[in-house]
């Protein structure tokens, strides 16, 4: 596993790696110009031909990996329709869903966001349009930004088989039609469990907007949400903290 200078701690001492996140970050201009026209680039693809239909539940789960879940989760906390939305582990055993362990990226883990959502709201596939389109890029294979490795893949939890249907049938749809540059590697992994991270992972984005690895990999993904889908966008984020005090 090798990150650059978006390397993330593994511990609550963020303002000194911070400071030197930021200089690496300064003369790391090439990369920066790179990265920014990746999320230029960002946009609105079509919604899914097949979804999950409503029917009377009012809380619904879905499970989705892309990267850093600092970023996911802050892009679906500010989701209208979502309740709540956790950072966590899944694809991987219950022993190894810590982070110091999960870094390491052989544990069989993705960093991942357990989203919480009404579905009378928003749907199963209106989250997949979001998480495609905003919350990553689907195209790179065990990466995302800065962080690569196994544990940064994009992936797909269904917690049904109506979910991974839906999965399934949008990433063909998508491909099909040619939404992104390259081939979608999001891959579709059913029958695991999602582990919750450690506390000074949740509401991460929402805590520390000025850190240097949100400003320059994360910010830009919650301005992506609210130019994309301004009718989806809720400004009051639906924070872990909350949902728990």
Not at 77 to 92: C, E, L
Not at 123 to 150: C, K, N
Not at 180 to 185: G, H, L, T
Request: hydrophobic content about 40%; aromatic content about 10%.
């Amino acid at each position: 596993m090798t990150r650059s200078y978006g390397t993330r701690p593994a511990n609550a001492s963020l303002r000194a790696v911070g400071a030197v996140a930021l200089v690496l970050a300064l003369s790391g201009g090439v990369w920066l110009a790179s990265h920014a026209s990746s999320a230029e680039a960002a946009h609105r693809i079509p919604p899914p031909a097949l979804d999950v239909p409503a029917g009377s539940a009012t809380r619904e789960v879905a499970v989705l990996a892309g990267g850093c879940f600092w970023g996911v989760q802050g892009v679906f906390q500010h989701v209208k329709g979502v309740s709540d939305a956790v950072s966590g582990y899944d694809g991987g055993g219950a022993t190894t869903a810590h982070y110091e362990m999960t870094s390491h990226g052989d544990t069989g883990h993705a960093e991942s966001v357990e989203i919480t959502f009404d579905p009378r709201v928003i749907s199963y596939g209106r989250l997949l349009q979001i998480f495609f389109s905003v919350a990553h890029d689907p195209t790179e294979l065990d990466r995302q930004g800065p962080d690569f490795g196994t544990q940064y893949r994009s992936a797909i939890f269904p917690q049904d088989e109506q979910q991974a249907r839906v999965a399934e049938a949008y990433i063909a749809q998508l491909d099909n039609a040619h939404a992104f540059d390259r081939k979608i590697v999001t891959s579709i992994e059913p029958g695991h469990v999602f582990y919750r991270a450690e506390d000074y992972h949740q509401d991460f984005l929402a805590r520390n907007p000025t850190y240097p690895y949100i400003v320059i990999n994360d910010l830009p993904k919650i301005e992506d949400l609210k130019r994309l889908y301004p009718d989806g966008y809720r400004a009051d984020a639906a924070l872990v903290s909350a949902q728990r005090s």
